[in-house]
T-cell receptor, first 117, second 113 residues
Framework: GAVVSQHPSRVICKSGTSVKIECRSL??????MFWYRQFPKQSLMLMAT?????????EQGVEKDKFLINHASLTLSTLTVTSAHPEDSSFYIC?????????????FGDGTRLSIL | GENVEQHPSTLSVQEGDSAVIKCTYS??????FPWYKQELGKRPQLIID?????GEKKDQRIAVTLNKTAKHFSLHITETQPEDSAVYFC????????????FGTGTRLTVIP
C-alpha cells in the first residue's frame, strides 16, 4: 500500500518552456502532498506543501509564480515550472501523507529529473 | 526554524559490521523522526520512524534511538549487507500538527563485501 506515482520521470526541454509534473496517490487519499527539490548529492529541500482544495504553502525563497502547484483532487497534485531556465534543472520529488493526523508517514514518488537546455 | 544536522556524511563499513548514523535537531517541539533510504536516482523509502513518546524502536536489523533531552537521534544498522549501501536521510517535524519534514544532509553508506 501507500504507492505514490510521479510522472514524467525525466524531462529535457528548452529554456523558456513550462513543464508540468504530476504526483498521484494510487491507493489512498492524500489531503496533503509535498514537493521537494534535490540537487546532486544533496538533501531534499521542501519547496511547498500542497493541500487539497486550497492554496499551497510555499517555503521561504520559493517563488510561487515560478512553481505553480495545484491540488484539485484527493489523489492528484501538480507542479508546473513556468518558463524554466537552466538553473531550474534539478530532481523534483513529491510525497504524500497517508493520514490526516499528526505524525503520519510521507511516502515518496520516484521523482522527476528536469533538465533545461 | 528547524535545523537538522547529520553525521557522518560518508561511512564505509565491512559487511557484517554495524553502522551508526547520528542526527541532531534544534526545535524541542519536534515530535516525529523518520529515516529514509535513497538509492541512486530513486525515491526515498521510509525504513523506520520514531515518535517522541518512545526512546527506542527496532525492526530486525534496524534500530533508532531518540534522546529528547539532548535533541539527537540515531540510526543503527547491524549485520550490514552490500544491499544496505545507499544514502540515508534523517528528518524531523516541527511541532505538533506540523506537516513539514526537514531533512538532514544525508549519509552515504558503503558496505564493503
Amino acid at each position: 500500500g501507500a504507492v505514490v506515482s510521479q510522472h514524467p520521470s525525466r524531462v529535457i526541454c528548452k529554456s523558456g518552456t513550462s513543464v508540468k509534473i504530476e504526483c498521484r496517490s494510487l491507493d489512498f487519499q492524500a489531503t496533503t502532498m509535498f514537493w521537494y527539490r534535490q540537487f546532486p548529492k544533496q538533501s531534499l529541500m521542501l519547496m511547498a506543501t500542497s493541500n487539497e482544495g486550497s492554496k499551497a504553502t510555499y517555503e521561504q525563497g520559493v517563488e510561487k509564480d515560478k512553481f505553480l502547484i495545484n491540488h484539485a483532487s484527493l489523489t492528484l497534485s501538480t507542479l508546473t515550472v513556468t518558463s524554466a531556465h537552466p538553473e531550474d534543472s534539478s530532481f523534483y520529488i513529491c510525497s504524500a501523507r497517508t493520514g490526516t493526523g499528526v505524525n503520519q508517514p510521507q511516502h515518496f514518488g520516484d521523482g522527476t529529473r528536469l533538465s533545461i537546455l | 526554524g528547524e535545523n537538522v544536522e547529520q553525521h557522518p556524511s560518508t561511512l564505509s563499513v565491512q559487511e557484517g559490521d554495524s553502522a551508526v548514523i547520528k542526527c541532531t535537531y534544534s526545535d524541542s517541539a519536534s515530535n516525529y523522526f523518520p529515516w529514509y533510504k535513497q538509492e541512486l536516482g530513486k525515491r526515498p523509502q521510509l525504513i523506520i520512524d520514531i515518535r517522541s513518546n518512545v526512546g527506542e524502536k527496532k525492526d530486525q536489523r534496524i534500530a533508532v534511538t531518540l534522546n529528547k533531552t539532548a535533541k539527537h537521534f540515531s540510526l543503527h544498522i547491524t549485520e550490514t549487507q552490500p544491499e544496505d549501501s545507499a544514502v540515508y536521510f534523517c528528518a524531523a517535524t516541527v511541532g505538533w500538527g506540523a506537516n513539514n519534514l526537514f531533512f538532514g544532509t544525508g549519509t552515504r553508506l558503503t558496505v564493503i563485501p
